[in-house]
């Protein structure tokens, strides 16, 4: 459970950065990140059966988060979402996974989709700071790819 904490905390962490320092994408994606963090605390279930079957509750927050990202990414005059929706798309494959294979080990099931986290909150930091120095060095940054007045 100390994990769980932990892992809490960096998000929080990373979250409030992108949220004071990031551009739009950073700040979305930020956000995302930590309500789908915090949703998946509510939906999972109780220790002795995590993990024995399909979690639904999360496989739903993660489907959700999936199509966030993505549409981040398709939106965003940024590489590094792409990086995230990818990483992120890998850790939902494992409730597909699951579903298909229900003697997929319970261990393997609970890695493959959580891992991930981690380097998409790695990856979230990373894109924050490069934003910053871009709007330091320019002056300003482009956050959309296209200046939809809709995604300002």
Not at 2 to 25: E, K, N, T
Not at 68 to 80: G, H, N, P, Q
Not at 98 to 111: C, E, F, G, Q, T
């Amino acid at each position: 459970m100390d994990r769980v904490w932990l892992f809490y905390a960096i998000q929080v962490a990373a979250s409030g950065y992108a949220l004071l320092r990031g551009g739009a994408p950073e700040r979305l994606t930020g956000l995302a990140l930590l309500v789908a963090a915090l949703s998946t605390g509510f939906v999972q279930r109780t220790i002795p059966v995590l993990f024995a079957g399909v979690e639904s509750g999360v496989m739903i927050v993660d489907l959700i988060l999936l199509a966030v990202l993505i549409a981040i990414t398709l939106k965003a005059d940024r590489f590094w979402p792409a990086w995230a929706t990818a990483l992120h798309a890998l850790g939902t494959g494992a409730h597909l996974a699951r579903a298909i294979s229900p003697d997929v080990i319970r261990l393997v099931y609970a890695v493959l989709s959580a891992a991930w986290s981690y380097p998409i909150v790695l990856l979230l930091v990373i894109g924050t700071v490069r934003h910053s120095r871009r709007i330091r060095a320019h002056g300003s940054d482009l956050d959309w790819s296209r200046q939809d007045p809709t995604f300002r």
